[in-house]
């Protein structure tokens, strides 16, 4: 089976006994594939088994989403085809950056060590029109390489007291403990949303967020009122409606951090957190 994407239909065909076609319209879920700069691939795209078996009767039928995967992954390995040892090795990194200007170092990083992306921090950012143009120049800049290629550029804006960005133009939501008073994972989505959409607009597409460490008392620990409690399902919960509402707003959220971090009160930034629980514990 394979998928034939075109300018304006994907074509989906089975070959079996007889060759059968559909033709599925590509819906506003898929401009996000633009984002690529190589041409957008118009040959059969080799569908796994998996999605294979869900393909059943006279009308085949296949989920738009699998199809915005597959899709992604063929320019994903297009890519790699692309580019030498070198560059493969550079995309393993994310990197902090000096000043708040794209200087000559910078360049030199994206230019000369490829690297995946850079994060974001309150030294980089002097005011909205700044930062937007320093994204744009970082992103700008990685695009005129060979293959070009959109960076990762990422920050830490959990809400309460880890934010990156501070314009008083920006919402302010309390630390993640408070959210989970509520009880409401739609609450949690919604908050999410706003934060990332808000950092979206600078420019960003990933933020270091949720924190799901499991701690549930609101101090000012490494953790702390970082934590939304010390429920595991609840805080399982929380954690899926906060990517929902990420990804809404356009934005690649990474949990964080690690299982038993949340029992520690060492900033693992300045000194190694020691532990002492058991694997049952940690599970």
Known sequence: MSIDIKSEEVVVVVTKSVERKAVIPVPEAL?????FSMPLHTGPIEIPSS??????????????????????DNEVDRYMAHMTLEQKIGQRFITNIEGSELSEKLISLIRDEYIGGVIIYPWNIKN????????????????????????????????????????????????AYYWSQYDDPEFVEAAAYVINKEV???????????????YGIPDKTVIGDRSMGRDPESIAEFGKYYV????????????????????STVDSHVDLPVIDMTEQELQ
């Open 200 to 214: 979206a607009e600078l420019g960003i597409n990933m933020n270091f967020a949720p924190v799901l460490d499991l």
């Open 51 to 72: 999605v294979l078996a869900r393909v059943e009767g006279p009308s085949p039928e296949i989920s738009i989403e699998d199809i915005a995967v597959l899709a992604r």
């Open 128 to 175: 909205k029109r700044q930062i937007k143009k320093l994204t744009r120049g970082i992103q700008k800049t990685s695009l005129d390489n060979d293959p070009p290629l959109n960076l990762f550029i990422s920050v830490d804006q959990e809400g309460g007291r880890v934010n990156a960005f501070g314009f008083k133009e920006m919402a302010r939501f309390p630390a």
């Open 244 to 263: 929902r509402g990420a990804r809404k707003a356009g934005i690649i959220p990474v949990i964080k951090h690690f299982p038993g971090h949340g029992s």
């Open 31 to 35: 401009p996000a594939l633009e984002d």
